[in-house]
């Protein structure tokens, strides 16, 4: 197999080049897939014909220590909605809410 992009030596591509790599990829598939359905309509057998499939992905596609690095720094970093300020504010506003229906009751 091939070593050309897993040594640090040897720079990878920018990320605009790989996707527009990607979306010529996605772009083949999609005019392929619609010839075929063309010719499907126009009563060729769907045995007798070849359904196109993806030949190219991007690198971290391939390497799953890389993509398990990814998600573990971004699950790392994002910060939940609900902190205890947001709950100790929200308990507040319902024991003001509360006080005031007590204090409207005859």
Do not use: C, Y
């Amino acid at each position: 197999m091939s070593q050309r992009h897993r040594t640090a030596e040897v720079p990878l591509p920018p990320k605009q080049e790989l996707r527009a790599h990607a979306h010529g990829e996605r772009h083949r598939i999609h005019v392929e897939l619609n010839q075929v359905a063309h010719q499907v309509s126009a009563g060729l057998e769907a045995d007798d014909l070849h359904e196109p499939g993806t030949a190219w992905k991007p690198v971290h596609h391939h390497d799953s220590d890389v993509a398990k690095n990814k998600v573990a720094k971004q699950t790392r970093n994002r910060r939940h909605w609900k902190t205890k300020m947001w709950k100790r504010r929200t308990k507040l506003r319902q024991e003001k809410a509360e006080a005031f229906r007590l204090a409207g009751e005859p």
